[in-house]
């Protein structure tokens, strides 16, 4: 046997850009492989890091041994290894930080438990809400988190101080329940809610002899009665003693209980469609290109209801018979589980969903059985772009101008781009599809980088909505008063309401009052750690930043003036809801918006619940605007269509546009056609005009000529330097630093700024920006390269320079 290598190197989360090399003791040598995780001593700590290169070279200096090998096989393959280098590259990210964010696996590392709040624990939770007060004791935090979701016990104890006592004293309580997650090899271990349980179609007297106990029998009985798979918590309420009478019954091998399919939710059954003449022609080229084995983009552009997700699945079908596997990112709001269940229904036991809303060992689950290729169709949120699909050969970018598909932490990579990358490596085609593709992609697909694939219409040549818009200003001359609703808005749900029909109604803006402030002095409530307004919520009766979480009492008195006159302004979701009630008090009206999803589980019961007829109304943010298709939807109402348009973003128009047309998409889906009601203060702006007729084009035409005019995307490279810090004087100085160490600025380049970020303080910090625009990819590199090397001579602490390359939003 030849002498093992003595030395690996392995790169490390830290912010220094650079791998470390480890001594290998004798037990590791001939085991570790290029792409493994190691544990090794770093400082004080032991960090997880990956095995960039094994070999003979002695270090210089003195070396430290590694410390144990976590993966017999390589977790990050050449080809995810290589992508890695490229996103780190590109987005100025440090490597170790980059391969961190590509291998979610924490939860199968250490095997701790699962916690989740018993039905008791859920309705303690409940009345927590109610009460909400100021400060939490550490054990109300735990029973807020875990009324969220399950959590891993590691997680909460990086969250909650002393949590492991805690969660033992709440479970004696009998408010929380522990499981482990071995749970993933033995359902019967695994907690009720997570368990679903079907009748095997064998009764009592032909399996195990002898009489049942009365509640097996009629668990049994009852099963036989409905069949299909039901959620084992879900009959508790039915039944008495279900759980316990299923786990007797499996034993028995009379029925079977298997875990929740992860994404949960039954799939409505779907036959195929026959594709239509347009969608014959997107996926003959789709097809053609996987045939050939051939790297490709395709900007599939299809309106609103045109039936983009069958040919995604049609194409997908191909890949599958030629041996490939496939990937299908989705934006975050967009991956419910009745999307992964259409998913699951067609490919049925190959899919694998992965979520960043799942806890580590579910998504370990499923990240295991893509990398085994038991798993060859993967439906994922935006991390997904990096899931160890086998053979690669398609993948499909969901909704490709969604903002979600840009990470906001580092490494600051564009989802969708990096597909476009890692599909060029595995001479795999890429499909973008969407109704309002981002200015980016439809000018590649101009100058004939990307093939450009229309569905012009809707299926079965259902007419694209009609729309109206409302005047506000005029509205208010008419009835002299600041109305939420226009009376035309009004008389379009209440026609609704006569005929039995639904209504979505959107406001993007959450809370009851979007700020608080002082009629006497004019003080506005701003958040203590932000120059930002807070909002008023009135379920937990406070004000909260939504920035930073933030939150207290509303002041009875000014804080400034000492006046009483606190007055509430400027209307949010949850009073949209509350003014409806009184406007429809027999109408049934439900509420989207993160203050009523807490959970993957709320967001589909009150979809879900709407989707079947349980209310006629749903009111919300922009949660109600992405991609649900409900037929019985006729009628899309956008209260203030001018929400986003102030904002000083490049991006307003773009995001206004796109938000408008994916809403007013959501009506008259079904055989009734639909109506759009748009209110608004800007009639005459552009995007506004554009959304209203549903004309891409329009849109496009004169969005394109104002980034050519100014000079933005995607006429030039953008990145977004943010230096920020406690101290004001400090984080000003700093910046100017910064920006005379890029001056004169290269030929091609042009530096804006540093000036005071539009959020000048955010979560105690205070931030300066300083924007960069370059004429080439290659120039912008090599000044932030100088940034970089600037900030790391001068030895900043590594959080106080924020590089974003490619941003999305420049708030
Ligand atoms: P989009 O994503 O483009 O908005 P969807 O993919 O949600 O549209 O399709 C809209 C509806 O049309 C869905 O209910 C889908 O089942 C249906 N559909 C898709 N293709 C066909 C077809 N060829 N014939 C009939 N119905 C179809
Ligand atoms: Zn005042
Ligand atoms: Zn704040």
Redesign the pocket.
Known sequence: MPAAPAYCDVSLPVPLDQPFTYALPETLRHRVQIGCRMIVPFGTRKLTGVVLRIHDDPPSGGVREALRLLDEEPVLGDDLLKLGRWVAAYYCAPLGETLRAMTPLAGDIRRGKIFSLTKSGREVARQLHLAASGEDDPATEILRLLDARPLSASYLTQKVPHSAALLRSLEKKGLVEAEDVAAERDPLRASSARLRVEFLGKRADEGSAGKLPKQERELLSYLELHPGSHNLATLDETIAKASPAARALARRGLVRLALEPVGGAAARF?PP????PH?LLAFTAIRTALEARRFQTFLLE???????????LKAIETALALGRGALLLVPEIGLTPAVAAQFQQRFAGQVAILHSAFHDSERAQEWRRIRSGEASVVVATRSGVFAPVRNLGLIIV?EEHDQSYKQQETPRYQGRDVAIVRARDAHAAIVL?S?TPSLESRHNAETGKYIRLE?PE???RRPMPQVELVDMRQEFLETRKYNTFSRALIDAVTARLENGEQSMLLLNRRGFSSFVACRACGHRMECVNCSVTMTYHRRDRRLLCHYCNYSERVPERCPKCDSDHVQFLGVGSERLEDELHGLFPKARVARLDRDTVSGKHDYETILSGFREGAYDILAGTQMIAK?H?I?NVTLVGIVNADGGLGLPDFRAGERTFQLLTQAA?RAG?GETPGIVVIQTISPEHYAIRCAAAQDYEAFYAQEIEFRRQLRYPPFTSLANVLVRGRHEEEALRKSAALGRSVQPAPEGVRVLGPAIAPVARLKNEYRYQMLLKASSRKRLTEVLTKIRDFAAAEKWNPTSLVIDVDPVTLL
């Open positions: 779907r469609h026959t594709l239509n969608q299809g309106v609103t209801g045109s039936g983009k997700t069958e040919v995604y969901d599809g109704a569905l809707r299926i079965e991609g298709d037929p998409g889906r």
